[in-house]
């Protein structure tokens, strides 16, 4: 696990996108963090790490956007809306075993939904620094404990 602090918005980005560089498709991010916590502003940086051109918006109503033009395709996920029981109906397995990448905010709504091995990432705001944020990468599983070493290692 590891913790990076970023100064602003613009270096939340940064660091995403440069994560980007050890990611795979078949991949799984969850991102957790309160409402403004960053973290559609985290997978902007992907998308931009990516070569996705689009804006990356939140799917907070639509619950899955998928952006297929980038390096590999992003799913971005967001269940901020649903009930537990509502998650699997959702068929989220197919973007979990899929070709892309997966990036879900509010997984912590289904915790029996989501792969067991995983990158967890937590976003918090410093009220004394609103602009700041406390960035916790926590790797569940080698193949994503390797990437965080590496990513730490190149940083």
């Known amino acids: 696990m590891i913790t990076i602090v970023t100064a602003n918005e613009k270096e939340t980005i940064a660091l995403a996108e440069n994560l980007t560089k050890y990611l795979k498709p078949g991949m799984t991010i969850l991102l957790e963090g309160d409402l403004g916590a960053g973290k559609t502003t985290f997978t902007k940086g992907i998308g931009a790490g990516l070569g996705i ?7 907070t109503y639509t619950i899955v956007r998928e952006y297929q033009e980038g390096k590999y395709p992003l799913y971005h996920i967001d ?3 649903l009930e537990e029981s509502e998650v699997a109906d959702l068929g989220l397995d197919e973007y979990f075993d899929g070709s892309g990448l997966s990036v ?4 912590s709504v289904a915790p029996t939904d989501v792969p067991p091995e995983r ?3 937590s976003l918090k705001v410093d009220p004394q620094q609103p602009e700041q ?3 916790t990468l926590q790797p569940i599983g080698q193949v994503y404990e390797e990437l965080v070493d590496k990513f730490q290692k190149d940083r």
Do not use: F
């Open 53 to 59: 051109q689009r804006i990356i918006k939140s799917p």
């Open 79 to 81: 269940l901020y809306r």
């Open 104 to 107: 879900v905010e509010w997984a």
């Open 119 to 121: 990158l967890e990432i």
């Open 133 to 135: 944020r406390k960035i």
